[in-house]
């Protein structure tokens, strides 16, 4: 395995490091919110992706396909922001995103390997099902439901290859935006919802 793929597996498995960001208070002090923060951060990786792309930098990790479009880290980067300030909802960001970091790079290796499509989508259901329980997100019914259902859309998105979307993208926007909807319909379960 080269060192861009082996960067590139590391850092989906230490990506989750971002949702640090609810650990954050709101208020930083001296009028800094972490939204704001938070917003300086994605805007200058976007301003270096469009840098990168501009004067054809390969940075370490990117794919040679990679070269002129938006890279898979930016766009995963974007799905993040989705949630962070489109979907605002931890209970849904959080096990989405512990789904695209650490499920997608097992998904890559059962391909290569020839493994069955089960252990990909077993490994995201249950991540996915033991993230809601530890917060928990909602009660047991919902649980199961909202965990069958963004297993069932993310298990979609991941395999499908599209020129430039890269699936960091869509195997969080996708479930993010299923289970909102699915939220608002159903609630918790505890008797509260959205």
């Known amino acids: 395995m080269d060192r861009h793929a082996v960067f590139r597996r590391s850092f989906h498995i230490i990506s989750p490091i971002f949702l640090g960001y609810y650990l954050l208070p709101e208020s930083l ?8 923060l938070s917003v300086v951060f994605v ?12 004067l054809n930098i390969r940075l370490l990790g990117l794919r040679p396909y990679e070269g002129q479009r ?8 974007l799905g993040l922001a989705f949630g962070l300030f489109v979907i605002r909802d931890p209970r849904i960001v ?16 059962c391909r290569r390997r020839g493994w069955p499509r089960f252990v990909p989508t077993a490994a995201y259901l249950v991540l996915f099902l033991s993230t809601v329980f530890l917060m928990k997100s909602f009660a047991v019914p919902n649980a199961l439901l909202f965990s069958v259902a963004a297993t ?22 996708v479930p993010m935006v299923v289970l909102y909807f ?10 509260a919802s959205l």
């Open 29 to 36: 002090g001296g009028g800094i919110t972490r939204t704001a």
């Open 43 to 54: 805007g200058t990786a976007l301003c270096i992706e469009i840098a990168r792309i501009a």
């Open 70 to 77: 938006v890279s898979a880290y930016a766009q995963g980067l």
């Open 94 to 109: 959080v096990p989405v995103f512990l789904g695209m970091a650490w499920v997608d790079p097992l998904a890559a290796l």
């Open 152 to 173: 069932a859309v993310a298990m979609a998105m991941e395999g499908p290859k599209f020129r430039q979307i890269d699936d960091d993208l869509l195997l969080q926007v």
């Open 182 to 191: 699915l939220v608002a319909g159903f609630g918790t379960g505890f008797g």
